[in-house]
T-cell receptor
């Protein structure tokens, strides 16, 4: 089992460009999450999904969109990248609710917006 | 929503010493408190968790204690080793338990 994988590992964008980050899990987990990690800020939740076809906003959703068309995939989109979106992005999945179950994290995507 | 405070932000110890990281939470209804370890260049990984029906849980050199009255929980690492060097995050559930709120993290450095 690969667990949680993220594509790409690194990306540099110019302000205003768009991109999609892909998260895939092979554990048949219902719940998937996107976090961003910034120095001194910990992990902040962007969006999450409680099942195929569902999405919900987290703590810092502005400037991002998500889709969960297939159970195993969770996509994070930036329509018009801004320097404030420079961060490390982590995807996670869990079998049950995150507030009660272990979350499995991917290796992260380091995004720089110039 | 749930608010989680974590201290200290950095902690340096000598190999063999003990390390303690403390977190406080705001929602008295919370009953699940995980700790995650993040090694350099990797995603966080669960190392131990505790539920509110117990006050302490141990797993080899790591332990977590919970004080529900005071709304704080702590991670204890004994006989620290260089491989314990990492960033540690505590977390507590938001109302409804769909999501977690993480503390800002503690960077632990264990010197040989």
């Amino acid at each position: 089992n690969a667990g949680v994988t993220q594509t790409p590992k690194f990306r540099v964008l110019k302000t205003g460009q768009s991109m999609t980050l892909l998260c895939a899990q092979d554990m048949n987990h219902e719940y998937m999450y996107w976090y961003r990690q910034d120095p001194g800020m910990g992990l902040r939740l962007i969006h999450y999904s409680v099942g195929e076809g569902t999405t919900a906003k987290g703590e810092v959703p502005d400037g991002y969109n998500v889709s969960r068309l297939k159970k195993q995939n969770f996509l994070l989109g930036l329509e018009s990248a801004a320097p404030s979106q420079t961060s490390v992005y982590f995807c996670a999945s869990s079998l049950g609710l995150a507030g009660n179950n272990e979350q499995f994290f991917g290796p992260g995507t380091r995004l720089t917006v110039l | 929503g749930e608010n989680v405070e974590q201290h200290p932000s950095t902690l340096s110890v000598q190999e063999g010493d003990s390390a303690v990281i403390k977190c406080t939470y705001s929602d008295s209804a919370s009953n699940y408190f995980p700790w995650y370890k993040q090694e350099l260049g990797k995603g966080p990984q669960l190392i131990i968790d505790i539920r509110s029906n117990v006050g302490e849980k141990k797993d080899q050199r790591i332990a977590v204690t919970l004080n529900k009255t005071a709304k704080h929980f702590s991670l204890h690492i004994t006989e620290t080793q260089p491989e314990d060097s990492a960033v540690y995050f505590c977390a507590a559930p938001q109302a409804g338990y769909s999501t977690l709120t993480f503390g800002k993290g503690t960077m632990l450095l264990v010197s040989p």
